[in-house]
């Protein structure tokens, strides 16, 4: 967020800055999403809804998995909640309580860390890589438990992931659903980039566990990152408590964004289309990055991020990110945050814009790059 608001600073000013920074795409909403709003809007009045979502949501999301996955979903195990955040801070606080601990990857989204210790929980940060195929598995968990003497409560997994771009293999998520379901645990999985995947096989918890928590968000496939509005899929002896909660802490997800979102799978051929644009793109930074002395960290399999080794040109990824913005005016994400043991090596790079705007980064930075070696 330092880098971003940087970058905004010096747009401000009048700079040419290309942000390759934030994980936010560049197209709008689907524009059934977005006709579906206007007529709510001018039809007038928009209220709290119940706390776990409207029933035509619930039942498109229902839908959905049963087309996408062929999982059949009763829609009341679905709750709508105010973007994935809110799915993560209600798993949090429904399913633990202060002391336990939970598994997540290294590197890894950062708000994972952040919202459990700010809720008191210890946050066991499993370093993955190419021995583990990027990926968690119950071998690594254990060696962790191990080596701290603690034992795991909580298993949490994205496919594909922030930053990686890894996907995990079905029975891979198979693995650490029996292994958590053995040990009383609690399994989530971050769904978010569903339908973003490019390789491997795209999974939903859903297919492989009955118990598993699932969280998934309308703002990186259907590009509706500030409507604020994504679900979680419960067992259905959880729903009742989540509920709960949820209106407390919330009462409801917007009812416009919920209106908007139920429309947006009419939208889906449009959302293929924005999707090949970031299959172009990533076709590019694949190649060309490693050319520019970039080599990918991660292999990226899906979302929309090129995580690379700066180490041929810094030991301080954040400091790099820093000059390349300032005489560059190419904006990239540090790993720092990511990964706090390894990411002063690491940097993001997101996809998520245009291709021209891919073509014109990767121009400036072939010419500045060779005076930093």
């Known amino acids: 967020m330092d880098v971003l608001a940087e970058a905004t ?5 009048g700079n040419d800055v290309v942000s390759l920074a934030v994980g ?3 197209h709008p909403a689907p524009r059934p999403a977005l006709e579906a709003a206007r007529k709510a809007l001018e039809a007038g009045r928009i209220g709290y809804t119940d706390a776990l979502g409207t029933a035509g949501l619930r039942k498109a999301i229902a839908n959905y998995y049963e087309h996408r996955h062929a999982v059949s979903i009763d829609p009341a195990r679905i709750a709508v909640t105010n973007g994935s955040s809110a799915g993560f801070n209600l798993t949090f606080l429904q399913f633990f309580v202060p002391g336990e601990t939970v598994a997540i990857s290294r590197p890894g989204y950062p708000a994972y860390r952040n919202i459990l210790a700010a809720l008191g929980l210890r946050v066991a940060e499993i370093p993955v890589g190419a021995d583990t195929h990027y990926v968690l598995t119950p071998a690594a968990i254990e060696a962790w438990e191990q080596e701290n003497g603690v034992g795991v409560d909580g298993v949490m997994v994205a496919s594909p992931a922030n930053p990686t771009g890894t996907v995990t293999a079905k029975a891979d998520l198979k693995a650490l659903a029996d292994w958590c379901e053995a040990r009383d645990a609690v399994f989530i999985s971050d769904e978010i980039y569903h339908g973003l995947t490019f390789s491997g096989e795209e999974t939903t918890a859903l297919e492989v566990s009955d118990r598993a928590i699932v969280i998934n968000s309308f703002s990186k496939y259907f590009c509706m990152t500030g409507w604020r509005v994504g679900w979680m899929v419960l067992p259905e002896d959880l729903v009742r408590p989540v509920e709960c909660l949820s209106q407390s ?3 409801s997800a917007p ?5 908007a979102a139920e429309a947006a799978f009419d939208g889906i051929a449009e959302m293929e289309e924005v999707k090949a644009g970031y299959a172009r793109n990533r076709e590019l930074l694949a190649r060309r990055l490693p050319e520019l002395g970039l080599p990918l960290a991660a292999p990226m399999d899906g979302a929309f991020y090129a995580l690379c080794d700066v180490s041929r040109f810094t030991n301080d990824s954040m400091a790099f990110a820093r000059r390349m913005l300032r ?4 904006a990239a994400t540090p790993g720092r945050d990511f990964d706090p043991v ?3 090596r ?3 790079f997101s996809y998520a814009g245009s291709h021209s705007e891919m073509e014109t980064a990767l121009a400036r930075m072939e010419a500045w790059l060779p005076e930093q070696g």
């Open 9 to 13: 600073r010096l747009k401000g000013e």
């Open 24 to 26: 936010q795409p560049a």
């Open 249 to 251: 802490l919330y009462i």
């Open 255 to 259: 009812e416009l964004s919920q209106i």
């Open 327 to 330: 005489e560059t005016f190419v």
């Open 342 to 344: 390894e990411g002063h």
């Open 346 to 348: 690491l940097i993001r």
